[in-house]
């Protein structure tokens, strides 16, 4: 079975902080993927990155980066420089290759996270 | 450019009554999945869609049924609504998403549901 954590519930950071984000995995596959996704206020899931088991090269899109790191199961989201449109809830997920073809999605509780101006 | 549009937005029922969530994407994909978001548990998979034809049970899918009533739609049934049911609810399909390429999931709008 597969399990990802988030700690954080909440944080909250005075805009242009800059702000991580921790995401703990847990799964037996060796081949799986991991995601981010932001749900802002209007409640949409919006797509943010994903990495597969075998690339741990960390990647950086404009403001956003992400630290992958196997040996301790952690996929960990930073903002730079935050704003206040970074306000959102941003969820870590896992999903294994199966059978079927479908790819289920194993969700973290979720991180709220408030950028104050 | 709709991608995956469900309905209805917003729906308030009383106990003991019965709807169906809609669900329909127009990006060809094979899968498609209904979660349920409740607060501090993330979002939980109720049924999924392998592929037209095909349906299987997720994590939570006691109170619910569904049917792929072709590759394009999906639709979650609940035959009598508890309150426990109450929650937001979000349809997906996965393929290649239209910006960055990857195989993803994209979701709908999401659909809050109260049952009182």
């Known amino acids: 079975a597969q399990k990802v954590t988030q700690a954080q519930t909440e944080i909250s950071v005075v805009e242009k902080e800059d702000v991580t984000l921790d995401c703990v995995y847990e799964t037996r596959d060796t081949t799986y993927y991991l995601f981010w996704y932001k749900q802002p206020p209007s409640g949409e899931l919006v797509f943010l990155i994903r990495?597969?088991?075998?690339?741990?090269q960390n990647e950086i899109s404009g403001r956003y980066s992400w630290n992958f790191q196997k040996s301790t199961s952690s996929f960990n989201f930073t903002i730079t420089a935050s704003q206040v449109v970074d306000s959102a809830v941003y969820f870590c997920a896992l999903s294994v290759p199966d059978s079927g073809s479908a790819r289920q999605l194993t969700f973290g509780s979720g991180t709220q996270l408030t950028v104050l101006p | 450019n709709a991608g995956v549009t469900q309905t209805p937005k917003f729906q308030v029922l009383k106990t003991g009554q019965s709807m169906t969530l809609q669900c329909a994407q127009d990006?060809?994909?094979?899968?498609m999945y209904w979660y349920r978001q409740d607060p501090g548990m993330g979002l939980r998979l109720i049924y999924y869609?392998?592929?037209?034809?095909?349906?299987d049970k997720g994590e939570v899918p006691n109170g619910y049924n569904v049917s792929r009533l072709n590759k394009r739609e999906f639709s979650l049934r609940l035959e009598s609504a508890a309150p426990s049911q109450t929650s937001v609810y979000f349809c997906?399909?996965?393929?290649?998403?239209?910006?960055?390429?990857?195989?993803?999931?994209?979701f709908g709008a999401g659909s809050r549901l109260t049952v009182l």
């Open positions: 990495r597969n088991s075998f690339d741990e």
């Open positions: 990006m060809n994909h094979n899968s």
């Open positions: 869609s392998a592929s037209e034809g095909t349906t």
């Open positions: 997906a399909s996965s393929g290649r998403d239209r910006v960055s390429g990857a195989n993803v999931l994209t």
